[in-house]
């Protein structure tokens, strides 16, 4: 791989020709470790590139520098989606992976940068999942947007999330419905994180498609 990003890749334990890839971005002050665990039952049959954020941010690693939360540095947020997804192509290439089966998980920012790369990737990629994230306004609305009619997004919020407001993610939703996304939507009962039901709720939402782990 040429992408200058540090990444854990996980290989499918079975062999054969092309296997599904899910692609993990963590949250501000996490690294490249932290979400492995929400996609363990996939790993038999499946792919799994858990990328690390480029930006030193104690304790852990950030996605993109950002004014307020919320409003990312334009420049910085371009850049990384755009590397992000060139590193998802160079993968399909290197790896042999199911270009039909790309997958994208993120938390916080990296719920942030995954939905960016659904509106510029469109198709490419099959399924999206955000916890706890947004959509910035400069993609809504500057963003050159690709054909969206075939993939689909999970978008999951805590109610009482007062780092990312919920609102900011119905207004996600409401983007996604608008631009033919098949959109999950679901809130839970939380602040800013994941509780059992919305593993749950994602672990099913991959499995609609993506093999699991064989008992």
């Not at 470790?33 to 499946?46: A, W």
């Not at 999206?128 to 400069?138: K, W």
Request: aromatic share 14%; glycine share 8%; proline share 5%.
């Amino acid at each position: 791989m040429n992408s200058p990003y540090i990444y854990k890749h996980v290989a499918p334990k079975i062999e054969g020709d092309k296997h599904p890839a899910i692609f993990l971005l963590h949250g501000l002050g996490s690294n490249e470790q932290d979400l492995l665990q929400l996609v363990e039952s996939f790993t038999t049959q499946c792919h799994v590139f858990s990328l690390q954020g480029p930006i030193e941010h104690r304790p852990g690693y950030a996605f993109y520098t950002f004014e307020e939360e919320g409003k990312p540095e334009r420049a910085v947020f371009d850049k990384v989606v755009k590397v992000t997804g060139n590193f998802i192509q160079e993968a399909i290439e290197e790896y042999n992976l199911d270009a039909n089966q790309i997958y994208v998980v993120g938390f916080n920012q990296g719920a942030a940068i995954a939905q960016a790369l659904a509106v510029v990737m469109g198709n490419a990629i099959k399924g999206t999942a955000t916890l706890s994230g947004y959509l910035p306004e400069f993609v809504a609305l500057e963003y050159s947007k690709k054909t969206m009619d075939q993939s689909k997004i999970f978008i999951s919020h805590g109610e009482y999330d007062y780092d990312y407001p919920l609102v900011w993610a119905e207004h996600s939703a409401a983007f996604f419905n608008e631009y033919g996304t098949n959109v999950t939507f679901k809130t839970y009962p939380v602040g800013h994180g994941v509780n059992e039901q919305n593993l749950q709720d994602l672990i099913a939402f991959l499995a609609e498609d993506l093999p699991t782990k064989l008992n």
